[in-house]
């Protein structure tokens, strides 16, 4: 199989278009389809071309999996968060998923790699760090929507033979994530730092320990999977592999600032997982991946990010 042109569906959003910058550095052609254009409309490349469309479109889908090596699928209208009261957009989700391997069980040379969510699919796993093969039990409708994503997709591909690749990506964080929506607890604290705002948070800061991953460490490891043979139809955990407290990342954060931070605290919403961290020795041993920055370096970079996107 060739692997120079690439698909990414919903690849507008904030892991999107940071895999998009870097398969147009490395070389590749690039697709995207998405609902809206707010972050591709700026890149002005010959070798990629962006479709404002949804997955209703299957004429325009059918065309550009055709013309694909390698479909990324990270179209999703939810987060674990917005998921709790609203459970019936995980349907449209699925639905839209479904639609979309419908055509691509056509095409049995592509490759698909699936955004599946580390934080969410596991629930409160008995002990940490999590490797793969822990059992499922997602209690957030985001994370059951998630799962049932993956069964479907594992389903396709072995009755069509198509090679899938499911990333189960722990919490980046990084350049183009989105300051309004309720995932990213460094994003947040460190826009509303800037902005002279107090950030609301979630959860015992002492309890809530995540695995956080910096967004280029989480697009190396996207195009590593999609490119190697050996991570043909396997599911990786994507993450630091390392756990920190909340309370560690405001003090993270407060050292990169030089500052203190104005927090306020929020209930703990029972759809949100305590304590996660994803063992991230598969990925390694299979493609030679492992995450590079480090959560200092990274919130750094991110800091810089932020700031020039705010004063420039
Ligand atoms: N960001 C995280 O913390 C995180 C963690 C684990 C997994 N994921 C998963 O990774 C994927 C990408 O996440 P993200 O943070 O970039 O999300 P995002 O919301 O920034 O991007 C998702 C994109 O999908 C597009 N989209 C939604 N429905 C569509 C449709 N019907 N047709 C075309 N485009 C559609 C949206 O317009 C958006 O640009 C999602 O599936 C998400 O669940 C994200």
Avoid at 4 to 29: A, D, Q, R, S
Avoid at 73 to 80: H, I, K, P
Avoid at 127 to 152: A, D, R
Wanted: aromatic share 10%.
């Amino acid at each position: 199989m060739k692997d120079n042109t690439y698909l990414l569906i919903g690849g507008n959003g904030f892991i999107g278009i940071n895999i998009i910058h870097k398969l147009l550095e490395n070389g590749k052609e690039v697709y995207c389809v998405d609902l809206y254009d707010s972050n591709t409309k700026n890149i002005n490349n010959i070798h990629f071309k962006s479709y404002i469309d949804d997955l209703t479109n299957t004429d325009l889908l059918r065309d550009l999996v055709d013309k694909s090596d390698i479909i990324i699928y990270l179209a999703s209208t939810s987060n674990v968060r917005s998921s709790s009261n609203i459970s019936m957009v995980e349907l449209d989700n699925i639905e839209g998923f479904i639609k979309t391997i419908e055509i691509i069980k056509d095409y049995p040379d592509k490759k698909i790699i699936y955004a599946s969510s580390g934080g969410t699919v596991y629930g409160e796993p008995d002990k940490i760090p999590v490797k793969e093969e822990t059992s499922l039990n997602p209690i957030s409708p985001y994370g059951i929507g998630k799962v049932c994503s993956e069964q479907f997709l594992k389903y396709y591909c072995n009755k069509y033979d198509i090679k899938y690749v499911i990333c189960r990506y722990s919490n980046p964080y990084g350049s183009y994530q989105n300051p309004l929506s309720c995932v990213g607890v460094i994003n947040k604290i460190l826009y509303d730092y800037h902005t002279g705002k107090e950030t609301e948070i979630v959860g015992n800061p002492e309890v809530s320990i995540r695995d956080y991953i910096y967004i280029s460490d989480l697009v190396d490891a996207t195009i590593a999977v999609s490119e190697n043979i050996k991570s043909n139809n396997q599911i990786f955990n994507v993450g630091s592999g390392v756990g920190y407290s909340l309370s560690e990342i405001i003090e993270e954060i407060e050292i990169v600032l030089g500052d203190k931070v104005r927090l306020t605290n929020n209930n703990f919403g029972k759809e949100n997982v305590s304590k996660i961290v994803l063992d991230v020795s598969k990925i390694k041993d299979t493609v030679g991946w492992s995450a590079k920055i480090t959560l200092r370096q990274g919130i750094n970079l991110h800091n810089i990010w932020i700031k020039k996107q705010l004063f420039k």
